[in-house]
């Protein structure tokens, strides 16, 4: 059935529309935010929430025997108590300055969290009585929570949209600041690519009706609060294996320790529990085990303060390696609000006639562009009130009409009624639909089409089968469609770092290369079934190469859905972004440009770090086991170098250096090794030069500093 269409027109979209916009959200480093950590840090060192990390659970336990042997020290009345209290002190640190850096990444998505849970909070809803009717059907008030799939809501201006759901009747307004932070309204209409509504987003004009899609706790918006407060974080197979790497060394260093025993002990030494748990701290990657989770949230906070929505850490890495980024053309490259703008009739043909025939051929078709025909139409005399039926009136009587709807395999609608059939669709379709009753399309109106794609609008052709067979081709008409602006510079600059982009398209191959040179794509797949789309990725990733998708519509969806990284715009459909592993509130197809910086920065971050720990932890054991073992074996104190004060103090500077690196190192974690857009393995390359030489260099000057100071203290030998 066809609702008169709401009396607003649609707006220009404004360039703010997907602009970037970034969260104005707290800095990580006010009070408040440094403060709020610190409980959230204490909270994490339960045992089990230790675990995850196996190198700081060692520290912990390792902060439990110092703990045991400083009260046998009291009951015994130790010399070495103070020394045993300092290092004690220090291991405690050590696991507090882990937590508070992964507390210190999870807190700043939680003023975000808050503030979204509070625009969730009391939603009410107009739902209606019957599934089907949308008329006559009665309205009653419930609560949002108690919405489930398949109801039917009514929204009119000032209403917050209860729930995630397919606009089913009628086109608003619609402010989605509360989600995007972007304060330009929305459009959003039933029948196309711009009919999913988000649960929290108010509309600000006219009414609709919305079909709710999300069940309770699995709304959009759930989903959000549940991201950016990093509870749905799941360990990326990149951390895994870091991951084996860490226990791999800690239990290296475990032996290594424990044999010292023995080694010691020859020479006549006893070395103290509380020097080997020390040495062993050291030794261990505590640095980068501290700092990994941090590192993770921060590259996924990173993306959110991008606008960008990712549900898999994974993707958010993968996307630092993509090589080739393809996109839907309409509603992804364009605005997508394609629209009629022009009828031009074949020749011979009468223009009123081709201009009723191209209105009754949209009067059933839901879509935007069969809206806009019949818009244009109405417009220029061929209205009910010129005595032009309406849908109503072809529907009564005995002999209904019948809809043929747009479907993007057959790409043509239309209506029957009477005997006399009408389409409208591509060229292609039209044509061989004319073909199949010996009539083809006539060659002034194939030049109009090639002329209008030539400037990039999309061409449907019209023409009506009567009832006696023949088929007569009527003309032509022009939607036509924006290009996003500032999308050429930015296509380079992902050309620039190495990728490929290519534009898939339903449109014809003329209007789909205009489009392509509007928006300087490396290359384009014109008349593209949704197969077709799945096919070109599956083939690209069988040559090796990682493949996003940007897409906004259903028929994009199989292709989201297969390719390495997804990335669904946010004024797309429910189905497009469900199957995405990535959704863009800015529906911004150069956004991928960030998504890759970010998802390189994360792993040369992750990568730089780790070889500093590394490096230091190396270097440390260099730096100490000379004053170690220098009154036990005369020979090693030619090594001395560092001229530490003494075994006490060399491995209590040890612990405190220990300590420090990672609360200097977690602003570089949480802000992220910076990334120039040159060659991510160049960069990667000079970064571990960076780190790693830094990283064996700084435990020297630390410990020797703070070894410095700790001779002085009372206590210490
Ligand atoms: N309402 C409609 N009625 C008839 N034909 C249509 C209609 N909408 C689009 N078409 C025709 O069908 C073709 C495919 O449209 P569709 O919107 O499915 O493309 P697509 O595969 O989504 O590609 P893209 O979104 O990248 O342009 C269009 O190029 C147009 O010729
Ligand atoms: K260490
Ligand atoms: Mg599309």
Redesign the pocket.
Known sequence: MKTATPAVQTPTPRVEEFSGHAYKRRSSWDRKTLLGALPLALKKFAPRAMLHSPVMFTVLVGTIVSLLVCVGQFLTNSPQLVFSIAVTVWLALTVLFGNYSEALAEGRGKAQADSLRASRQGLTARRLSSATGLSGSEESLVAASELHQGDLVVCEAGDVIPSDGEIVEGLAMVDESAITGESAPVVRESG??RSAVTGGTTVLSDRIVVRITAEPGSTFLDRMIALVEGAERQRTPNEIALHVLLVALTITFLVVTVALVPFSQLAGAVPSPIVLVALLVCLIPTTIGALVPAIGIAGMDRLVQHNVLATSGRAVETAGDITTLM????????Y?N?RAVEFVPAPGVDRADLVDAARL??LA?E????RS?VELAEEQGASPEQGQPTLEDLSAGSDPAEAVE???A?????LDHGGVKV?????S?VGAWAEEAGAALPPAVSATVEELSRRGS???VVARAGALGGVSVLGTVE?ADVVKPGIADRFAALRGMGIRTV??????PL??AAIAAQAGVDDYLA????ED?LARIHSEQAEGRLVAMT???T??APALAAADVGVAMNSGTQAAKEAANMVDLDSDPTKLLDIVAIGKQLLITRGSLTTFSVANDVAKYFAIIPALFAAVYPGLGLLNVMGLHSPESAILSAVIFNALVIVALVPLALKGVKYRAVSAQNALRRNLLWFGVGGLIAPFIGIKLIDLLVAVLPGIS
């Open positions: 196309g690519d996109m839907d053309k309409t509603g992804t490259i364009t997508g394609r051929s949209s078709d879509t935007p562009e069969g025909i747009f479907s993007a057959t790409r043509m609608s239309g389409r409208k669709g591509a060229s379709a999309t061409p449907l939607l534009m898939i398209t339903g449109d014809n209007t789909a008349e593209a079934t949704p789309k897409g906004d519509g028929n994009d």
